[in-house]
């Protein structure tokens, strides 16, 4: 029989049964170059040359290890004060620690090269990405450690100036920024545009595909659980679909106060929505970019896209026409972009009329594509590191 979950985490990942061999060879050619990269990578796994410590102080950071590496963590207790793991990757042997405990000079530095997790989100979560960055810059100094990057869960209207003094461009110590949203600064040289990922901070698994997710007919058309604030294009929204009865196939469960804190109820109701529905929308909040679209992916469940630049110092779409979400669509998210919700009600026609089999491979694209995106993130988060940090590489 046909196991129920199918094992990730090897390039033969293979939710395919034999009669779709032809499709999935025509698929498999659109990421030949991604796949080439990667294989060649793991075939090539010379010994390590290079090792580097990931000090894992923002939720940001478990995307990084457990979704994006494909790392453990032991105790793999959620709420442990401190947790760690390691892996070789490319030339390089990685160590993550993270929790409570992981606090400036009570834990070992046991490598020359750092990677720093930092939220600077708001302005109390600054104050302490701060205090970590200056530690870094001592063991800098006293020559402890020679090269930090940084991963940051950027603001989410981009105002990451306080950050730039600390970049090695600006005299500063920090030689590689990987951060979240359309930061205007991303120049692919020493900043890089980074994932916003899943809500780990809300314990969002690692989803593994199995084959009823990819096969068994879905209940609902569409789902959107969140917060409807006052006068936003979420209000419009959810009018849209009353007006014309589609909430009745939907999934929809609005509320006016953002919740932060899940209750174990909540979080199955969300997680049984995007299981049960085809598409989720997802409509803009404080940035187009939210954890919604790639909790969608996990599920196989295709994110439709209110693909609108939000207010603040985000990425400017008269220069970056790609923007918002250029990383994803550099990509080439299979997503649906739309402009309006008045485009939703023929969508969701038209979605009325997709037999299963279509929707079935439309899921196996996308899991696919998700699952490939996460091995490329991977991959050039790696090549990053050795490139700047390997002096072999300098010549």
């Known amino acids: ?91 390089t042997y990685f160590s993550f620690l993270t929790g409570p405990s992981v606090v400036p000079g009570y834990f070992s530095v046991e490598a020359e090269h750092v990677v720093l997790v930092l939220n600077g989100r708001e302005p109390s979560k600054i104050a302490y990405a701060t205090q970590w960055l200056h530690y870094a810059q001592t063991l800098m100094e006293t020559r402890k450690i020679q090269h930090v990057a940084v991963v940051l869960l950027g603001n989410e209207q981009c105002n990451n100036a306080w950050i730039q003094p600390y970049l090695k461009r600006n005299g500063g110590f920090v030689n590689l920024l990987f951060v979240t949203y359309d930061y205007a600064f991303v120049n692919e040289e020493d900043i890089f545009q980074w994932p916003l990922g899943v809500a780990t901070y809300r314990n969002f698994p690692v989803v593994e595909p199995s084959w009823s997710m990819l096969h068994d007919p879905r209940s609902y058309l569409c789902n959107f659980l969140g917060t409807v604030y006052k006068n936003s294009s979420r209000e419009t929204l959810i009018e849209i679909l009353k007006q014309d009865g589609l909430d009745k196939l939907c999934w929809i469960a609005a509320r006016e106060q953002w919740q932060p804190q899940e209750t174990n109820e909540s979080f199955k109701n969300y997680q049984d929505a995007l299981l049960q529905s085809d598409l989720t929308l997802c409509p803009v909040g404080i940035n187009t970019e939210c954890y919604r679209i790639y909790e969608a992916c996990s599920y196989g469940s295709l994110p439709i896209i209110e693909d609108v630049m939000t207010p603040g110092d985000c990425g400017n779409s008269s220069v970056y026409h790609s923007a918002p979400l250029q990383l994803l669509k550099t990509m080439g998210a299979p997503f649906i972009f739309i402009k309006n919700w008045k485009e939703l009600p023929a969508i969701l026609e038209k979605e009325k009329k997709m037999s299963l089999q279509e929707k079935i491979q439309r899921r196996k694209k996308l899991l696919e594509w998700y699952q490939n995106f996460k091995a490329w993130m991977k991959q050039k988060f790696i090549n990053t590191l050795e490139n700047s940090f390997l002096p072999s590489d300098k010549g």
């Open 1 to 91: 029989g046909f196991t129920d979950h199918v094992a990730l985490g090897n390039e033969e990942w293979n939710p395919w049964d034999a009669d779709e061999k032809n499709e999935l060879a025509a698929s498999q050619q659109r990421y030949e170059a991604n796949l080439k990269m990667i294989k060649y990578a793991r075939s090539h796994l010379e010994q390590t040359s290079l090792r580097v410590q990931i000090w894992g102080k923002a939720a940001i950071g478990l995307y990084l290890w457990q979704h994006i590496f494909g790392g453990h963590l032991e105790p793999a207790d959620m709420i442990a004060q401190w947790r760690e793991g390691s892996q070789n990757a490319g030339k």
